[in-house]
């Protein structure tokens, strides 16, 4: 099914549409500025935009809130070197864990770290992600934090027999758990592509190279894209999530808990989308590949039928059964961000219309349902009605979804995101009527 909207109108071809793109990606960075930690760190938001103390201080908003406002200050947004620096200092301290490496899940509201939760890859892959964008966005430590990063990601996560990550750890990294998680290799993937990225630029050709290199990060990437390649092809299109150690699938897992933030039962339509739009980016760095295009279509297709104005009212359903059945009908604001990255990459990649469609309607249902002009920033989560709801997500947590959908669409599918505004390669720049020559 694709979506339509009432007039069908292409926006990505549109000037006006980059300039409305620009105010929306400016409004979130203004939204995101208060989650800067006078001890450092960022706080998770309520809905009104303000630090909610009681979730403590989670390495995984920190490091998306990091990389969100090195991308402000790579933009040159007033302000936005203040938050990530912020943020950015939490990473190199208090969250970082000084007597066994890496970093804590969380501080709790007292400030003492979590260490019930273990080590987690999803949380380094974000530590990962952000040290690449401060050292991009020439952030004071953010090239140490991205050697340390890299370093730590490759010796405790990255299962290089499999070709992709461990999931979890105890907090003294002395025993690692069973599970095995999708969530965490995507956010490995985007990770891999955005070091590949930054050691390309910052390298220095006579020192050591981090993590083997570029051209060794981008193959770790690929490796795990394949992997994903062959689930959609199995499974058609429906993703698993969840495995054993071996990396078989766990369909049932979670089964009594639908409504997991991270973990839930069934499959996710949401992260079809992202993972469409990731395969293309690692083609894109890599070279032309038939198999991970396929899967790409493949993947967004399955959840746009799946998941997209599922049970009679508009959205994206949060699961569904392994026929496509909605199980969890909350409407996540993640899932609608990757839709709209998800539909201009494959518009940017094949040039059929279809794709521009999707992407002026999911933007449409945002501006109606998710957009909170009074409030500022998204509503998280809504209900089946299309309301704001707290089911999974209570607050407006962080920006870091909702930020990529405004720069996504105005960018090449490589390179990522730091490097391309780097490089001056966002359309339109502001600066592109003085003649200002586009560099890494």
Same mark, same amino acid.
């Given at each position: 099914?694709t979506?339509?909207?009432?007039?069908p109108?292409?926006?990505?071809?549109?000037?006006?549409h980059?300039?409305w793109?620009?105010?929306e990606?400016r409004?979130?960075?203004?939204f995101g500025?208060?989650?800067?930690?006078p001890?450092?760190?960022?706080?998770?938001l309520?809905t009104?935009g303000?630090?909610?103390p009681?979730?403590?201080v989670?390495?995984w908003?920190?490091?998306?809130?990091?990389?969100?406002y090195s991308?402000?200050v790579?933009?040159g947004?007033?302000?936005?070197?203040a938050v990530?620096?912020a943020a950015l200092?939490?990473?190199?301290?208090? /969250?970082r864990? +000084?007597?066994? &490496?890496?970093?804590f899940h969380?501080?709790g =509201? @007292?400030? *003492? $770290? !979590?260490l019930?939760?273990?080590?987690s890859?999803?949380?380094?892959?974000?530590?990962?992600?952000?040290a690449?964008s401060?050292?991009?966005?020439?952030?004071p430590?953010?090239?140490t934090?991205?050697?340390?990063a890299?370093?730590?990601?490759?010796?405790?996560?990255?299962d290089?027999?499999?070709?992709r990550?461990?999931d979890t750890w105890d907090a003294?990294?002395?025993?690692?758990d069973?599970?095995r998680?999708l969530?965490?290799?995507m956010?490995?993937?985007?990770a891999?592509?955005?070091?590949?990225?930054?050691?390309?630029?910052?390298?220095?050709?006579?020192?050591?190279?981090?993590g083997?290199?570029?051209?060794?990060w981008?193959?770790?990437?690929?490796?795990?894209?394949?992997?994903?390649?062959? /689930?959609?092809v +199995?499974?058609? &299109?429906r993703?698993?999530?969840?495995?054993? =150690? @071996?990396? *078989? $699938? !766990?369909?049932?897992?979670?089964?009594?808990?639908?409504?997991?933030p991270f973990k839930?039962?069934?499959a996710?339509p949401?992260?079809?989308?992202?993972?469409s739009r990731?395969?293309l980016?690692?083609?894109?760095?890599?070279?032309?590949?038939?198999?991970?295009a396929?899967?790409a279509?493949r993947?967004f297709?399955?959840a746009?039928?799946?998941g997209?104005d599922?049970d009679?009212?508009?959205g994206f359903v949060y699961?569904?059964?392994?026929?496509?059945?909605?199980?969890?009908?909350?409407?996540m604001?993640w899932v609608?961000?990757?839709?709209?990255?998800?539909?201009a990459a494959l518009?940017?990649?094949?040039?059929?219309?279809?794709y521009a469609?999707?992407?002026?309607?999911?933007?449409?249902?945002a501006e109606r349902?998710l957009?909170?002009?009074?409030?500022g920033?998204?509503?998280?989560?809504l209900d089946?009605?299309?309301?704001?709801?707290?089911?999974v997500?209570?607050g407006?947590?962080?920006i870091?979804?909702?930020?990529?959908?405004t720069?996504?669409?105005?960018?090449p599918?490589?390179?990522?995101?730091?490097?391309?505004?780097?490089?001056?390669?966002l359309?339109?720049?502001?600066?592109?009527?003085?003649?200002?020559?586009r560099t890494?």
């Open positions: 099914m979506a339509t909207p009432a007039v109108v292409n926006l990505l071809a549109r000037p006006a980059q300039a793109l620009d105010t990606c409004r979130l960075l203004a500025a208060r989650s800067a930690l001890d450092g760190g960022a706080a998770y309520d009104s303000e630090p909610d009681t979730q403590g989670l390495t908003i920190t490091a998306r809130t990091t990389h969100a991308l402000g790579l933009l947004v007033p302000g936005s070197a990530a620096d200092a939490a990473l190199t301290g208090r /969250l864990d +000084a007597e066994h &490496g890496g970093w969380a501080l =509201p @007292d400030g *003492a $770290p !979590d019930a939760a273990g080590k890859c999803y949380n380094h892959a974000f530590v990962l992600l952000a690449s401060a050292a991009l966005a020439r952030r430590g953010g090239t934090l991205l050697a340390d890299a370093d730590v990601y490759l010796t405790r996560f990255w290089d027999d499999a070709g990550p461990l003294d990294f002395t025993r690692t069973d599970y998680g969530n965490a290799t956010h490995s993937v985007e891999m592509l955005a070091v590949a990225d930054a050691v390309e630029v910052l390298e220095d050709p006579d020192g050591p190279a981090v083997g290199g570029a051209a060794a981008r193959d770790r990437a690929v490796r795990a894209a394949r992997f994903v390649v062959e /689930l959609a +199995a499974h058609d &299109g993703l698993p999530e969840h495995f054993g =150690p @071996d990396w *078989a $699938p !766990d369909l049932g897992f979670n089964r009594s808990q639908p409504e997991d839930p039962y069934g996710t949401g992260h079809g989308l992202e993972w990731l395969l980016n690692v083609e894109a760095a890599v070279g032309a590949d038939d198999a991970l396929a899967a279509v993947l297709d399955r746009v039928d799946d997209w599922a009679g009212a508009q699961t569904t059964d392994w026929d496509g059945t909605p199980v969890v009908r909350q409407r604001h609608v961000a990757e839709a709209i990255a998800a539909a518009h940017r990649r094949t040039g059929e219309r279809r469609d999707s992407y002026a309607a999911w933007w449409d249902y349902h957009l909170d002009r009074t409030g920033s998204w509503w998280h989560e089946p009605h299309n309301m704001p709801a707290t089911t997500w209570p407006k947590p962080d870091y979804h909702a930020l990529q959908a720069l996504l669409p105005r960018l599918l490589a390179p990522t995101l730091a490097r391309a505004l780097r490089s001056r390669l359309v339109p720049w502001p600066e592109d009527a003085d003649g200002g020559r890494a």
